[in-house]
């Protein structure tokens, strides 16, 4: 999945960085972006707070851990559209 939002990112033209799913663990205390649960090892996703679709950076300061089911319900919404769908 890091090497798809990798490449995706280099096709869109957005900033790109390499982006290690451990080191957002560890800065996120564990804790899932949306939901704010724990998020244990084989549940981890990251999530690009401003979608790349939308023109975000795949970078430490545009991600955030999550689950992958929270991530996946998301999709490319923002936050806002986020709590309406909910």
């Not at 490449?7 to 663990?25: G, M, P, S, W």
């Not at 923002?78 to 769908?85: F, G, H």
Request: with cysteine.
């Amino acid at each position: 999945r890091a090497y798809q939002a990798r490449r995706k990112a280099t096709t869109l033209a957005v900033f790109v960085e390499d982006v290690l799913i451990t080191v957002i663990f560890e800065r996120d205390g564990g804790r899932c972006g949306i939901c704010s649960k724990p998020v244990a090892a084989a549940e981890r996703s990251i999530d690009h707070i401003l979608p790349l679709s939308r023109g975000g950076a795949h970078s430490y300061a545009n991600t955030r851990l999550t689950h992958l089911r929270c991530n996946v319900k998301r999709g490319n919404r923002d936050a806002a559209q986020l709590r309406i769908v909910g």
